[in-house]
């Protein structure tokens, strides 16, 4: 091959890395510009990829962390496999009077139907607390929602629900369980509507939220949010866990990719793992913070930004450099 023949090889590499570059951040909310734990979703019908997520109200003047509250499930749309993620407005799931509160979906699709789970909290609270349920709704287009209700899992302190459809045809879901010291607890379901809680933990130890439950590499795999990046376990069966190391622990060079990545998703595309998260760009750690004299945060502490990064599979574990270029095509799963 000649020398010109090699460099136009090389430049044409270089733009088709170009044009799947992932814009950073990926994501801002056009409206409360507080997008939180996101989830992926394609749209079988549309061709496309749908984000769903918390919509905290950031810009919103409130007392405390009243505006992680009254939240809705935002959604933002991709036509062109992730490059670009446009506002389509927040689901309608209400099923009963008042203004509640809506956090952190997980979506599978099952017999050509879209099912979500997500947490639920009645009403509108200053303060962290209250009772947390996980909701059932079903879907036929990933917009309209029928509300199926609350899945029984002996705790009304639930939240942060993830799915995975085992080998025996079994679904499982993971979930924090607030009433047990934030850790992981699990349960499974023939149909996804009857559900038979575990009594042991599947993943214990030191306190944390967002699992994220997947299957990459011939593993398991398990991410979860420590509030100062992601905790990866692995395992051969989706039962035992092994505890690995961390990634998102380290801010990240990006615009807007820092402090640390909070509350993930990861899709597995094409023998590529992509990992969503969202960080506090205003922030210097995951908690800072200080209310002002009217007991508010500021609006530069409370947004939030999306992110997407590349889950490499690397001596037996997950390794993740937020700051390495990658090629980013969400194409069809």
């Not at 992730?82 to 979506?107: H, I, M, R, S």
């Not at 699709?109 to 059932?136: C, F, P, S």
Request: glycine content about 8%; some cysteine.
């Amino acid at each position: 091959m000649s020398v010109l023949a090699i460099l136009l090889f090389l430049s044409l590499a270089v733009t088709s890395q170009e044009l799947h570059k992932a814009p950073s951040p990926l994501y801002r909310d056009p409206i409360y510009d507080g997008a939180a734990d996101p989830v992926l979703v394609y749209n079988h019908a549309e061709k496309s990829w749908w984000m769903l997520y918390t919509q905290r109200r950031a810009n919103a003047q409130t007392n405390d962390v009243a505006y992680c509250y009254g939240t809705n499930i935002g959604v933002a749309t991709s036509t062109d496999n992730g490059q670009t993620f446009v506002y389509k407005g927040a689901l309608k799931l209400d099923f009963e009077p008042g203004v509640n509160t809506f956090w952190a979906p997980d979506v599978i699709y099952e017999k050509g139907i879209y099912h979500m789970y997500l947490a639920y909290i009645q009403g509108v609270r200053n303060h962290w607390g209250g009772t947390a349920k996980i909701a059932h709704y079903t879907s036929k287009n990933l917009w309209d929602w029928k509300y199926k209700g609350f899945i029984s899992l002996n705790s009304d302190h639930v939240i942060d629900p993830t799915l995975l459809k085992m080998p025996d045809g079994k679904w499982h879901i993971w979930y924090k369980d607030s009433s047990k010291g934030s850790i992981t607890m699990t349960a499974e379901s023939k149909d996804l509507k009857h559900w038979t809680a575990e009594a042991e933990p599947a993943i214990g130890g030191a306190p944390h939220e967002g699992a994220k439950a997947f299957f990459f590499n011939n593993w398991y795999w398990m991410i979860t949010d420590e509030w100062h990046g992601q905790r990866v376990y692995r395992s051969k069966d989706g039962k035992g866990w092994e505890k690995q190391g961390m990634v998102l622990d380290v801010p990240g060079h990006r615009p807007e990719d820092t402090p640390t990545g909070a509350h993930a998703d990861v899709q597995v595309i094409n023998g590529r793992a992509y990992i969503f998260y969202f960080t506090h760009p205003g922030r210097k750690t995951h908690f800072e913070g200080t209310l002002d004299q009217d007991y508010a945060f500021s609006y530069a502490n409370k947004r939030t930004s999306i992110h997407v990064a590349e889950l490499e599979f690397k001596d037996g574990t997950l390794v993740c450099d937020r700051n390495k270029p990658f090629d980013f095509y969400l194409g069809q799963p």
